[in-house]
């Protein structure tokens, strides 16, 4: 069972930054890692993924104000949040797709983000 712990989220003014952080207690180097959030009163949505490779997708609303970094040999991977909006209130998650021999994909609990005068 891969552990993974977000961190980084809290309440923050519109036009400010957050960095998330998520921790895994495993190897991420060869999967697709991804942040994805959850509105209140909504459903989760993709917010961005990054390939073992490198490769980057982020979802319309963040592209140009969020970057998803990773660094393998901490098993981390970053969304760095510039621009807030109150829009980008909700609860942050990582994912570690599945990928070489585990087939199973592992979220974290969660981080809340506050975007709020």
């Known amino acids: 069972q891969v552990k993974m712990v977000e961190s980084g989220g809290g309440l923050v003014q519109p036009g400010g930054s957050l960095r998330l952080s998520c921790a895994a207690s495993e190897s991420i180097s060869l999967n697709i890692m991804g942040w994805y959030r959850q509105p209140p009163g909504r459903q989760r949505e993709f917010v961005a993924l990054?390939?073992?490779?490198?490769?980057?997708k982020y979802a319309d609303s963040v592209k140009g104000r969020f970057t998803i970094s990773r660094d393998n040999a901490k098993n981390t991977v970053y969304l760095q949040m510039n621009s807030l909006e109150p829009e980008d209130t909700a609860v942050y998650y990582c994912k570690r797709f599945r990928g070489g021999l585990d087939p199973t994909d592992y979220w974290g609990q969660g981080t809340q983000v506050t975007v709020s005068s």
């Open positions: 990054i390939s073992s490779g490198g490769g980057i």
